[in-house]
């Protein structure tokens, strides 16, 4: 109790000149949805990270970010008027196994500001001290995991995948006590919600239909505009979900990124990526890759997380069939039909995305043979994922390099012998060459977050050193167009820097 009252007088109660528009929607539906929670503030704010191009989109002056002022609110230490935080409720299935209570253990939502496009973002803050839902834990962040979460997740939204994003990261001036003691961090999260297939989880499993059709509605409402005067409302919320799901999964399939913690908590309805905690970029392909260190069986290894999506997604039709209809037979009826959508709403984007990165308008049936070469050839030959790819768009029109390709990338024996069938197979495209490259060129990055420059850019930070960080994050925000001065951002790692698991920072 000391420890806290201490910590409470760090707010410094100063009335802020910044005004923000809140309009903080999930929070007034009030108890039990979230429990009103302040940040903790901490030690000794210092900004590491400001994300200059997302805080213009949202509207937010950088001068007043960047100031004592608006550090202060970022780390926690000072409440933005207008802002209501809370911290939210959810259950969740955690390696298949149903935990009812779980919560924002160390998150606090600020609140709700709509950006300039018109669009709705929660601004959260994680690693902000304990809650109601802490569970015995510290509620803070070490510095690796907000680093990690920044780059990663700016990577994905400049790659194209539906992402939240990070606004910024704060130093904390604080010790995080791990395996050992760590610096710590606090991380300005962006999304546009963090409704999770683990909220309504909460409430179905206390029996509590009336929350769960209030947190339904207020999801579609939110979501899925054009959906919010259905006769059914939890069934389209279902099938949006899906759908939302389905093109998600293909986009982390097509790019070789592995989440590590599929989670019920961690699946979102909006259909954001969300927690980047053991998350990484497969390099050498194999679908059997896994590279969160706690798990032990591969239950969310690369090659599963199709199926996975799919398991999480039936547990959220659970909890939606007293919704869909009185009669549970035809309830079950429906939602099964819904859920049976995904395998092929996810082949269907897969194919499309797999005929992008090829640079084939549309794979045909007679085309999986090709494709299953081309994927065993990799296996293989063990080469590298994202660059086998974009070595494939410099010989789409060879004339015409976009990347020095010989620096980074030896192509392997097995994928010399499938080029010619896909040479052959490119003679049946109407596109004309050069601009079949440029297609191929924004389905193709050559610089991804990979795994051992992340933690290169979280070593050096601990070591007071935040450049690295800064070159990485601007690397990977430009993914698709090769520099040779950045020839080692965009090289695989040596053996001696592999990066083979990852953790949580909790």
């Given at each position: 109790m000391l420890d806290q009252l201490a910590k409470t007088s760090l707010r410094t109660t100063a009335n802020l000149s910044m005004q923000i528009p809140f309009d903080n929607s999930y929070a007034r539906l009030g108890e039990p949805f979230s429990r009103a929670h302040e940040p903790v503030p901490v030690a000794a704010p210092s900004l590491l990270m400001l994300n200059d191009a997302l805080a213009t989109q949202l509207g937010l002056p950088i001068p007043w970010l960047r100031s004592d002022e608006g550090i202060a609110a970022l780390a926690g230490n000072q409440l933005l008027p207008g802002s209501e935080p809370v911290s939210t409720a959810y259950a969740g299935h955690q390696f298949g196994t149903f935990n009812p209570q779980l919560g924002d253990g160390r998150a606090v939502l600020l609140g709700e500001i709509v950006g300039k496009d018109g669009r709705r973002f929660d601004i959260q803050l994680k690693g902000s001290g304990r809650t109601p839902w802490s569970r015995g834990g510290d509620g803070r962040s070490p510095l690796g995991p907000v680093i990690r979460e920044y780059i990663v997740s700016e990577a994905m939204a400049a790659l194209g995948v539906p992402t939240t994003r990070a606004l910024a990261a704060v130093r904390s001036g604080e010790q995080v006590i791990r395996e050992y003691a760590e610096q710590g961090a606090v991380l300005t999260r962006i999304a546009s919600s963090h409704l999770r297939v683990g909220t309504l989880q909460y409430f179905a499993?206390?029996?509590?239909?009336?929350?769960?059709?209030?947190?339904?509605?207020?999801?579609?409402?939110?979501?899925?505009?054009?959906?919010?005067?259905?006769?059914?409302?939890?069934?389209?919320?279902?099938?949006?979900?899906?759908?939302?799901?389905?093109?998600?999964?293909?986009?982390?399939?097509?790019?070789g990124f592995v989440h590590g913690v599929m989670n019920t908590d961690n699946m979102l309805l909006c259909g954001e990526t969300v927690d980047y905690g053991p998350c990484a970029f497969m390099e050498n392909f194999d679908p059997a890759t896994v590279f969160s260190s706690i798990d032990h069986q591969g239950?969310?290894?690369?090659?599963?997380?199709?199926?996975?999506?799919?398991?999480?997604?039936?547990?959220?039709?659970?909890?939606?069939?007293?919704?869909?209809?009185?009669?549970?037979?035809?309830?079950?009826?429906?939602?099964?039909?819904?859920?049976?959508?995904?395998?092929?709403l996810f082949e269907q984007a897969h194919r499309e995305g797999l005929a992008a990165k090829l640079g084939i308008a549309q794979l045909k049936d007679e085309d999986t043979p090709l494709v299953n070469e081309l994927f065993e050839a990799l296996q293989a030959d063990q080469t590298d994922f994202t660059l086998s790819f974009r070595y494939l768009t410099e010989q789409g029109f060879p004339s015409n390099p976009?990347?020095?390709?010989?620096?980074?990338?030896?192509?392997?024996?097995?994928?010399?012998?499938?080029?010619?069938?896909?040479?052959?197979?490119?003679?049946?495209?109407?596109?004309?060459?050069?601009?079949?490259?440029?297609?191929?060129?924004?389905?193709?990055?050559?610089?991804?977050?990979?795994?051992?420059?992340?933690?290169?850019?979280?070593?050096?930070?601990?070591?007071?050193?935040?450049?690295?960080?800064?070159?990485?994050?601007?690397?990977?925000?430009?993914?698709?167009?090769?520099?040779?001065?950045?020839?080692?951002?965009?090289?695989?790692?040596?053996?001696?820097?592999?990066?083979?698991?990852?953790?949580?920072?909790?």
């Open positions: 499993a206390r029996e509590d239909t009336v929350s769960v059709e209030r947190i339904a509605l207020h999801a579609l409402q939110r979501h899925f505009p054009d959906h919010a005067e259905s006769d059914n409302p939890a069934l389209d919320l279902l099938q949006q979900v899906i759908g939302a799901q389905a093109k998600l999964i293909a986009r982390w399939q097509l790019l239950r969310y290894a690369y090659q599963n997380q199709p199926a996975i999506a799919h398991w999480n997604l039936a547990r959220l039709a659970e909890t939606l069939l007293p919704l869909i209809d009185q009669d549970s037979e035809k309830a079950l009826e429906l939602a099964t039909t819904a859920i049976q959508s995904f395998p092929k976009q990347t020095s390709i010989d620096e980074l990338f030896t192509p392997g024996v097995r994928l010399l012998e499938w080029l010619p069938k896909w040479m052959q197979r490119l003679e049946k495209e109407t596109v004309d060459p050069e601009q079949r490259q440029q297609d191929m060129l924004i389905a193709n990055p050559v610089f991804i977050p990979r795994n051992h420059l992340v933690q290169r850019a979280i070593s050096a930070a601990e070591d007071g050193d935040d450049s690295v960080f800064a070159r990485i994050l601007a690397r990977v925000a430009e993914p698709f167009t090769y520099d040779s001065a950045d020839q080692d951002l965009a090289s695989p790692a040596q053996a001696q820097e592999r990066v083979l698991r990852t953790f949580c920072g909790t």
